[in-house]
């Protein structure tokens, strides 16, 4: 009964996730481009990023990043304690709170991959109120029906798990996910009822006569996917050398700023078409119309500043809108269909971010009913992720955990360090007294 009041509890808190981000990014767009104060974000955004990083650091430590890492890492750590730094219910809180105060400061992010995290904690909290040994399986679960409930996806939310969660795990699937994946996806479904994430789209892909716009989507979403993947590792790894030479809370605070700036200017020049998850502008190209043609390559950059930024937020969402703005471009320069292209472009892209080629597979076929495109989608996928593993060999997820296990390794030396002088401090005294 803990289990599955655990699985209900994702659920229903996914959805309360949903529209809160949603009202938090038409709070945002209706208080500046809307209402025609297009300098305002130049104000905002670095505050909101500064005010994130800031919490973050204070009073939600874990709760920086996409959340997906997390989940990752957590399964690998062993001690309650390191995990209780990425899972808790604490860590809820403050990733919900973050990711919407994140949106309404204009980032590009989605809330995706926080609730990735939310659900992991939710399921290790539960195993830990029902007595379950089997944590890992239960983080595993959590992560899979975060995704189902996100993006009312069940089928990616069990692929994901099986593609993504479990490379850091032995199982690789059992009851317990599936189990975990339909309670949640049925208590999102009770709430919202029966729906597509980007609706319906109406295109049709054919081979071979397609064949030519599947490869040239295929493979420059795998190169633009692999590019983000790199400068997301890249740059991470230099802002960690930098900020272990110097005071690291003022270097964290100085990184959200700078990124919130670039952020803020980059929609100050697209007419703020760059801001948020990107779901408008991928709709819109999915249903047929144009995106300009360098909007992908904006909304690539603007992602990459808020996810190197230490600002909760994932980059799902925005990865589609990048993809399918790529699409669009493609399809501008092709002089083919842009709706088909869009859902080609965001196989490519999103499969050569994640490198799971069969979770963008699955995710964008559900997310936009286009059952008939899916051997299109599917080959745009495989050769995205085929392209992407040459250019970038290295995960993006699973390097960011990495670094999460990294973290929570060397504060354990500290400690065992730590212990090991107290004790030696200790023994003179005990013979002195003797």
């Given amino acids: 009964?803990?289990?599955?009041?655990?699985?209900?509890?994702?659920?229903?808190?996914?959805?309360?996730?949903?529209?809160?981000?949603?009202?938090?990014?038409?709070?945002?767009?209706?208080?500046?481009?809307?209402?025609?104060?297009?300098?305002?974000?130049?104000i905002i955004t670095p505050l909101g990023f500064l005010l994130c990083a800031y919490l973050a650091l204070t009073l939600f430590p874990g709760t920086s990043g996409s959340g997906i890492p997390q989940a990752i890492a957590a399964q690998t750590l062993t001690e309650p304690g390191e995990r209780a730094k990425l899972l808790s219910l604490k860590m809820v809180f403050g990733k919900i709170l973050l990711t919407i105060l994140g949106l309404f400061s204009g980032g590009s992010i989605g809330r995706e991959g926080p609730t990735v995290q939310i659900g992991s904690a939710i399921m290790l909290q539960s195993a830990s109120l029902g007595g379950m040994a089997h944590s890992r399986g239960l983080i595993l679960a959590g992560s899979a029906a975060g995704i189902a409930a996100a993006f009312n996806t069940p089928l990616a939310g069990i692929v994901f798990a099986i593609e993504e969660m479990s490379r850091s795990y032995q199982s690789r699937t059992n009851g317990v996910v599936l189990s975990a994946v339909i309670i949640a996806g049925i208590a999102s479904l009770s709430l919202l009822g029966n729906y597509t994430y980007f609706g319906i789209s109406d295109s049709i892909g054919e081979l071979p006569r397609d064949l030519g716009l599947v490869l040239v989507c295929g493979v420059t979403g795998?190169?633009?996917?692999?590019?983000?993947?790199?400068?997301?590792?890249?740059?991470?790894?230099?802002?960690?050398?930098?900020?272990?030479?110097?005071?690291?809370?003022?270097?964290?605070?100085?990184?959200?700023?700078?990124?919130?700036?670039?952020?803020?200017v980059i929609g100050y020049v697209y007419a703020g078409s760059t801001f948020g998850t990107g779901y408008g502008e991928a709709r819109a190209s999915i249903e047929g119309e144009a995106l300009p043609l360098t909007f992908f390559f904006a909304k690539l950059i603007a992602t990459v500043a808020a996810t190197v930024s230490g600002i909760p937020g994932g980059l799902f969402a925005p990865s589609l809108a990048v993809g399918a703005g790529l699409g669009s471009s493609i399809a501008l320069i092709m002089g083919t269909n842009v709706g088909l292209a869009s859902i080609l472009g965001m196989a490519g892209y999103f499969a050569g971010v994640v490198q799971?080629?069969?979770?963008?597979?699955?995710?964008?076929?559900?997310?936009?009913?286009?059952?008939?495109?899916?051997?299109?989608?599917?080959?745009?996928?495989?050769?995205?992720?085929?392209?992407?593993?040459?250019?970038?060999?290295?995960?993006?997820?699973?390097?960011?955990?990495?670094?999460f296990i990294a973290d929570a390794l060397r504060l354990r030396r500290a400690k065992a360090q730590a212990a090991r002088e107290t004790d030696t401090d200790a023994a003179p005294e005990g013979a002195a007294k003797a």
């Avoid at 529209?19 to 130049?42: I, K």
């Avoid at 633009?224 to 400068?231: T, V």
């Avoid at 995710?363 to 008939?372: A, D, K, P």
């Fill in 356 to 403: 799971s080629p069969m979770t963008a597979f699955v995710i964008i076929v559900e997310m936009t009913g286009s059952h008939s495109n899916i051997v299109p989608v599917m080959a745009a996928s495989m050769i995205g992720y085929g392209t992407a593993r040459f250019v970038s060999p290295e995960p993006l997820y699973g390097t960011l955990a990495r670094f």
């Fill in 222 to 264: 795998g190169l633009f996917g692999a590019l983000f993947s790199r400068l997301v590792i890249n740059i991470t790894r230099r802002i960690r050398r930098w900020k272990a030479n110097g005071n690291a809370f003022r270097r964290s605070l100085l990184q959200a700023l700078i990124c919130g700036i670039i952020t803020a």
């Fill in 1 to 42: 009964m803990i289990f599955w009041l655990g699985a209900i509890a994702i659920g229903v808190i996914s959805v309360g996730f949903a529209t809160a981000a949603d009202y938090a990014q038409e709070l945002f767009r209706g208080l500046t481009v809307d209402a025609g104060r297009n300098w305002l974000p130049l």
